[in-house]
Structures are given as C-alpha cells and as structure tokens.
C-alpha cells in the first residue's frame, strides 16, 4: 500500500511536504492501534479482575509477568525487524539450542557459570549471524531462511543433549531469576526487561537507526538511495536479535532449572503474534513499541484470566490465532480504506484544479 | 554510513550489557563448588491418622501431560470416578502440547484457585517443582502419577508398576503361549531406552528360573519405536531364526507393528507375540487370532488410585511416610513404600475375554 508512493517519489526537492504529510499521517494512525491495544489491555484487566475469581492478587501478577518475560523480551527485537519488513521465526528454537547449550558447558566443562552465561549469549549472536548473513549476504527472503533455522537450531538442541535434560543448577542461581522485587509480588526479572525495552524504545523512536528501519520497511531500494547501509544494518538486527534469544534461553533454563531441546518449542508464534497484535504491520514500515509492549501484555492476561475461568487449552489456542488474525486484518483494512480515500480526495483535487 | 555505525554502536551496547546481565551476578560458581544444594523440601510432615475419615468435598484437579489424550482421558476418568465416589469435586486441566513449562502455568492457575489436591504427571521431573513447591506452601497435597518428579516436589508417586512386575508379567505370558519351551526374541523401542533396557535386563534373570529352562532368548532387536523400523525388524527376526516360537514386544509401538506383520504373514497363529499395547491397538490382532493375550496397566486404575491417594493426604490419613496405608475404594488397600511411592500392582493382561470391555 504505502509503497507506491515511494516509488512514484520523484528525488527532486519540489514534493518534500508529501513524505513528511505522509509520516504525520502515519503517525495518526500508529496512534489510533497504539491507544486501540493499550485500552484493550485495560479492559481485559478490568473485565478479569472483576469477574474472574483469584485473579486480582499480586501472587497471580507473579505468576502473569513471571510467565511473559521471555515474549516481552523476544518481541523486542522481533518488532524492529518486522519493522524493517523481515521476520524471524528462529527465535524460539535459539532459545532451545542455547539451553540446551547452557546444560551441557555446565554439565562437562567445568566452567563457572558466569562465564557460561557469557558464553551463551554470544552463541546466540552468532546464531543470529548466521540468520543474517543467509539473508544480507546471499539476499534471500528472511522467512525461508528462518524457517530452515528454525529447524536446524531444533534439531542442533537435540543433537546436544539428546532427549535428557541438564537440571544440577545451583539453587541459588534458579532461586534468584523468580525472587519478587522485596516488597512487591512484581518479579526482578522484569526490570532488565524494561531496560532493555526502553532501549529498543528510544532506538526506534527517537535515532536516525530507527528511522532508517521504517523508511527501510517501506522501500528497501530508497532507503539505499537516501543513504541507509540496508543490509549492515539488517544483519545486525539479526544478530541482536540471536544475542536476546541467548538471553532467554538463559532465563528459561533458570526458571524452570531445566536444560532441554524442546524448551521454547512454538514460542516463535507467539512472539509473532504479540508484536502484529501490537500493532506492527507484517509488511513492514508501520508499527511502535508501546503497542507491542501493551500486546505482550494483554496476550499474557488474556491467557492468564482464561485459564482461571478453566477454559480449556483448545479455546486458548484458539483465542490466541483469532487475536493473530484480527490484529493483521484490522489494521490493514484500515489503512487500506484510508489510501483509498485519500486517493479518492487527490483524484477530487486534480480534477478540480 | 552514520547510521550503520550507529546502530552498530548500538548492537555493541546491548551486547555489553547483555553480558553483564549475564555475569551481573557472579562471584565464580562453577559446578564443582556449587555443591548439591538444590534444596531437597521435607517430605512428610505432621503424623498420619489413620482413622481420619475421608473429607468431602475436596478440591482434587488432574493435570495430565497434555490433553486430548486418549491415554490420560482414560486415567483422568478414571480419577473422575474415585473423586464422585467420596463426593469431592473433580477438574481436569492441561496444555495441548506436552511441554513443562506449560505445565507450570497450570499449576500456578491451580495452587491460585486454592485447589485442595494437584494430581499430575509430569513432563520434566524438574521443571515443574518449582511451582509444585509453591502449591504446596499454599496448601495443596500433590500426587504425581505416570511420570514422577523428584521425589522432594511432592507427596506420594502413584507408579503404574514396578520394572520387576512388567519383567515377570512379559516372561510368564510367552511362556504360557509357547508351552513353556522354545526359543525367543524381544523386540525393543531403541538401544539407548532407559526404560526398555531395565526390563530387558530383569527379564533375562527372570529366564534363568528353572521354570523357564527350556527358554532361549536368542537375540533383542530394535525398532526405535518407529512402525516401519517395527515392522521390518519383526520379519528379520523371523526369516534369521526359522525356530523362533515367539516374540515379546515391551512397547506399544513395536507389539502393534509386530501384530501387523504377523497377521499378514504365515507365521499367523504359529508365532507367539506378547508385549505391552494398548487394546484400541490390539483389538483386531486379538480377535484374528495373531495374538493370544498382551500386557498393559490400566490407565483408569491408575488415575482411581492417584484420586483416592490424593484424598488420603488431604484428609490426613497419611502423609506420604513409608508404612502409611490407606484404602482406596474398590482397588483396595495400599501401603505407601520408600520415598512415597505407591505400586498400583501387576499389569493388566488383555485378551479375547475382556478386551472389548477397555477403550483406549
């Protein structure tokens, strides 16, 4: 949709009020989802607070956030790179190899922790390089490419340690990464997550790097043109993005005290999902990080508040690929119908003039 | 330009600080000077009555596995059963795939509910201790069933069988089907099963009693429980040893794959097979005569006892000590054995008599 009117954009000076007309107008709309999803995620906490019994406690908050630390922190990068117009969908399965990873250091190398966790996120980076270099360096399409690493990472994970799992972590260590901040039931976990989340925020938002990432979602070729490195700054997208998969898959190997392959298995969707029902558009160019922050979260209280009201997993399931659904065909019609009726008003001008 | 070296400015910060997340905090712990301290919980607390009456209307919540099942619908029916019978109130609840930490989930959703009894069967014997623990310091009694965790997580294991009783059980079925002499092969899921090595091993001791002296095994071939790998295995076994009498298979998927082939095959009815499947399987081999009679627990059983074990704890009848005994409605009396574990007895053994009366 929007990309037409990149292309058409003649390089000389004279039409300069469009692009900035257009990215106001852009921003009327990420507005609109932005303030659509965060007032869903109100309702939601309302409507379940009154009528679900046990869930407005601060030991359920524990349980909700407790839970979504490893989506918030994967739709982190996921949503920068969906910006850009990529996917990737080898997330989870990072997750699961640098796991899996993790248990075997510690089981036979003798290393300290520390430095395994060290180790485990820099496996992750390459990972993710490994991802971008397919895409940037031999230009072929993100999807297909992780999705082939989707299933080699799986299968690598499987390879390291088998169907046993990797469990003698020090209590202490486990113990830690599910402590409440003292005082609260809010868990400390989610601090780093919010750090991390503002920096992801402010690098969107407010760089030339995150600027660069929209006008790259919107056109590739004229983000070249307008002097953006496209593939240097994808492929680091990519390797970031396999360094916060290194991440969880240390928090997911803490928080459960369990190294094993089929940790995070089919995590990648729901990564997926949070960051289109935030409000980010799969074709890239259009989205922000309040409102996948604010879609992480309603995912999580939806499922949550479902789940004390016993419905059943094959409801849940269900919810969530409705929410997947609705949250790309909503936004999409929208913007649709407003191309065509500023289409509509420019064909009104020229005729009139 | 200047944005690349940006965003690589960037990417070199978050990894920075990706790292120090990582080591934030540290002080060297390697796996040598960790220690074991992986914090075994108490096990039993308090003294058993056992003259407690059973409570009604106890909150007692099955979560399988996963569900949509049929293994688990059956055992979680069953349980239904034991929890209508002293009138407490049943639910069942359960991921759709089979993953721990979805299993951690439901258990925080459960102990949240204030449910008086967890009974699970666990993905990882780790993963969900964590949140069983935290159930249990809100108050809940937990069973596992099927799959244990460690032992230090809950009450009382409720074990469909001991590996001696499934080695007994296999040895003296083929040796009713042969007559009692002949040579035989097992027919086993992978090399490297924890399980299927166990009970192979416990059946040769049990081939050495004199009662099975004109018994020989003469090989275990493997079928990595895989239907084709199954079924070819089975006619490399009966084309390499013409005197074969019979075969067990200890899985369910080797025993159908062998009945498959047998059933098509000459060695229909000559060829004796035997192993642990499960009746929806077996139904038509039975029937056509390839296969006499074949092993399982039953899953209902199972379920009714983790039911009834659960109440107990619940209502104070024991406490998950070795010696507590407790009865569990129409299966009888238990005692509880060494580290809480209950033996829900001798498998099951099905065939043309009773096999329409099972549905899993």
Not at chain 1, 256 to 261: E, F, I, P
Not at chain 1, 263 to 278: D, F, I, K, P, S
Not at chain 1, 314 to 341: E, M
Request: aromatic share 6%; glycine share 12%.
């Amino acid at each position: 949709m929007a990309h037409d009117s990149l292309y058409a954009a003649p390089p000389s000076g004279a039409d300069t009020e469009r692009p900035a007309g257009r990215l106001a107008g852009l921003r009327g709309a990420l507005g609109t989802w932005d303030t659509a999803i965060v007032a869903a995620l109100v309702v939601a906490v309302l409507l379940a607070g009154l009528s679900v019994q046990n869930f407005a406690t601060g030991r359920n908050a524990q349980f909700l956030l407790l839970d979504l630390v490893p989506l918030a922190l994967l739709a982190l990068p996921m949503t920068l790179i969906v910006v850009t117009g990529e996917i990737d969908l080898s997330v989870a399965s990072v997750v699961g190899l640098t796991s899996t990873l993790m248990g075997q250091l510690w089981l036979s190398s003798g290393l300290s922790l520390e430095l395994i966790c060290v180790l485990v996120v820099l496996i992750g980076a390459v990972l993710g390089a490994v991802n971008g270099v397919f895409i940037t360096g031999f230009g072929l399409p993100s999807l297909a490419v992780t999705i082939g690493t989707l299933a080699l990472y799986r299968g690598l994970s499987f390879v390291v340690l088998g169907d046993q799992a990797v469990a003698d972590f020090p209590a202490s260590w486990t113990a830690a990464v599910v402590r409440t901040i003292p005082g609260t039931s809010i868990p400390v976990a989610v601090v780093p997550v919010l750090l991390l989340a503002l920096v992801f925020g402010v690098v969107l938002h407010a760089t030339p790097v995150g600027r660069a990432l929209y006008a790259m979602g919107n056109n590739d070729e004229a983000a070249t043109f307008a002097g953006v490195s496209v593939a240097r700054t994808k492929f680091w997208l990519f390797v970031v993005s396999g360094a916060v998969g290194g991440l969880v898959g240390i928090f997911w190997t803490l928080r459960y005290a369990s190294a094993r392959g089929d940790n995070a298995t089919g995590l990648e969707l729901t990564v997926v999902t949070a960051v289109l029902l935030g409000g980010v558009s799969i074709f890239g160019g259009r989205g922000g990080l309040l409102g996948v922050v604010a879609g992480v979260l309603l995912l999580g209280v939806l499922r949550n508040a479902l789940q004390l009201a016993d419905v059943d997993a094959n409801a849940l399931t269900i919810v969530t690929g409705s929410l997947l659904i609705v949250s790309v065909v909503l936004p999409n019609a929208a913007a649709d119908l407003r191309a065509r009726l500023h289409r509509r008003r420019r064909r009104a001008h020229l005729s009139a003039s | 330009m200047s944005t690349y070296r940006r965003l690589r400015a960037g990417a070199t910060a978050l990894t920075v600080a990706a790292l120090l997340l990582g080591s934030a905090a540290c002080g060297g712990t390697t796996r040598e000077n960790s220690g074991n301290d992986t914090g075994g919980g108490a096990q039993a607390s308090g003294a058993a009555n056992p003259d407690a009456k059973l409570k009604e209307g106890l909150k007692i919540a099955f979560l399988p596995k996963q569900v949509n099942n049929p293994y688990f619908t059956t055992s979680d029916n069953g349980g239904k059963a034991a929890v209508t019978e002293i009138k407490g109130e049943f639910k069942e609840v359960g991921p759709s795939e089979a993953s721990a930490s979805s299993q951690v989930s439901y258990i925080n959703t459960l102990s949240q509910q204030g449910m008086d009894v967890i009974v699970t069967s666990a993905n990882d014997p780790n993963a969900i201790c964590g949140a069983l623990n935290q159930a249990k310091a809100a108050g809940a009694k937990i069973v596992t069933f099927d799959s244990d965790t460690k032992p230090e997580c809950r009450q009382i294991f409720v074990n469909q069988v001991t590996a001696e009783g499934i080695a007994e059980n296999q040895v003296k079925l083929i040796s009713e089907q042969i007559g009692g002499a002949g040579e035989i092969a097992i027919l086993s899921a992978t090399a490297n099963a924890t399980n299927q090595n166990a009970w192979i091993a416990l059946m040769k001791e049990e081939l050495k009693k004199p009662e099975y002296s004109k018994i020989k095994l003469v090989t275990v071939a493997y079928g990595n429980d895989d239907d084709q790998k199954s079924f070819q295995e089975t006619q490399g076994l009966l084309q390499s040893y013409p005197n074969l009498k019979g075969i067990i298979s200890p899985t369910t998927v080797g025993v159908a794959a062998a009945a498959r082939y047998l059933s098509g095959s000459q060695y229909k009815g000559k060829v004796k097979l035997t192993g642990l499947g499960t009746p929806n399987q077996m139904r038509e081999f039975v029937k056509d005569g390839s296969v006499d009679a074949f092993a399982l627990w039953n899953p209902a059983d199972l379920g009714y006892l983790a039911a009834y074990a659960g109440a107990a704890l619940a209502s104070g009848q024991i406490t998950g000590a070795e010696g507590d005994k407790f009865t569990a409605g129409k299966l009888g009396e238990f005692t509880v054995g060494k580290d809480g574990v209950v033996v829900l007895g001798p498998p099951t053994v099905f065939d043309k008599s009773n096999i329409d009366q099972f549905q899993f």
